[in-house]
């Protein structure tokens, strides 16, 4: 489903308890910069082939939110579509994964670092900065989108239900902190709308004072309660 002209969102075929309707896979990029896949799922050829279709074979790049097996193992074979090949990027799982979450990238993201897609145009860029964001996976990483106000949650905050923290990998109290963290990114850098890895998109914020920010901030003082 074509979101913006430079953003489709292709949900894999694994719904579920766990996963909603399915892992959404998002493409951001245009023909001019390559595109960027944030989590290809799981290891679905079909699933692949779409995403591979969608970016014409041109991904620069492969990022995964974190190690879980619905978001993290369709990185390896979707990379060996392409020539050439794509860097897998991420967070390496932490030694508290469990078994079916392990994941090492071909190179480990910087809290902050920003991933540039740019074109000949002269407004083709696209510039997704990373956050770290621990709490339902040790590994967990959110995207900011800055050019369109964007947020790629992950599971760390999901449209239709609250995320699920698993310890040890999982940590409650770093949920929280790092959902203080996504708010203040939120308002810092005004977004609109919150992009899940399962569900639908969040937000339509009219202004600052009803954004991202007040989504997050509202998740927090529910699983604030819960502890
Ligand atoms: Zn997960």
Same mark, same amino acid.
């Given at each position: 489903?074509?979101?913006?002209?430079?953003?489709?969102? $292709?949900?894999?075929?694994?719904?579920?308890?766990?996963?909603?309707?399915?892992?959404?896979?998002?493409?951001?990029?245009?023909?001019?910069?390559?595109?960027?896949?944030?989590?290809?799922?799981?290891?679905?050829?079909?699933?692949?082939?779409?995403?591979?279709?969608?970016?014409?074979?041109?991904?620069?790049?492969?990022?995964?939110?974190?190690?879980?097996?619905?978001?993290?193992?369709?990185?390896?074979?979707? !990379?060996?579509?392409?020539?050439?090949?794509?860097? &897998?990027?991420?967070?390496?799982?932490?030694?508290?994964?469990?078994?079916?979450?392990?994941?090492?990238?071909?190179?480990?993201? !910087?809290?902050?670092?920003?991933?540039?897609?740019?074109?000949?145009?002269?407004?083709?860029?696209?510039? $997704? !900065?990373?956050?770290?964001?621990?709490?339902?996976?040790?590994?967990?990483?959110?995207?900011?989108?800055?050019?369109?106000?964007?947020?790629?949650?992950?599971?760390? &905050? $999901?449209?239709?239900?609250?995320?699920?923290?698993?310890?040890?990998?999982?940590?409650?109290?770093?949920?929280?902190?790092?959902?203080?963290?996504?708010?203040?990114?939120?308002?810092?850098?005004?977004?609109?709308?919150?992009?899940?890895?399962?569900?639908?998109? &969040?937000?339509?914020?009219?202004?600052?004072?009803?954004?991202?920010?007040?989504?997050?901030?509202?998740?927090?003082?529910?699983?604030?309660?819960?502890?």
């Amino acid at each position: 489903m074509a979101l913006l002209k430079n953003l489709l969102r $292709l949900t894999a075929p694994n719904p579920g308890a766990m996963t909603g309707p399915g892992t959404n896979s998002y493409l951001v990029g245009d023909a001019d910069t390559g595109y960027a896949v944030i989590d290809p799922g799981p290891a679905d050829p079909q699933h692949l082939e779409k995403l591979w279709r969608a970016a014409a074979g041109d991904i620069r790049m492969i990022v995964c939110t974190h190690s879980h097996p619905d978001h993290s193992p369709g990185a390896a074979p979707l !990379q060996a579509m392409c020539h050439p090949r794509p860097p &897998i990027l991420g967070l390496p799982s932490a030694p508290s994964a469990r078994s079916h979450s392990q994941f090492v990238p071909d190179r480990a993201l !910087q809290e902050g670092e920003r991933l540039c897609l740019a074109g000949t145009g002269a407004d083709a860029r696209h510039t $997704l !900065q990373v956050m770290h964001t621990p709490g339902h996976a040790a590994n967990h990483l959110c995207l900011l989108l800055l050019e369109d106000g964007l947020l790629f949650s992950g599971d760390h &905050i $999901l449209s239709a239900s609250t995320t699920v923290i698993d310890p040890p990998d999982g940590d409650m109290t770093a949920y929280l902190a790092s959902l203080d963290r996504l708010s203040a990114a939120c308002s810092e850098h005004r977004i609109g709308f919150i992009l899940p890895a399962h569900g639908h998109v &969040i937000g339509g914020f009219a202004d600052e004072a009803t954004d991202g920010r007040a989504r997050s901030a509202s998740i927090r003082r529910r699983r604030s309660r819960w502890r």
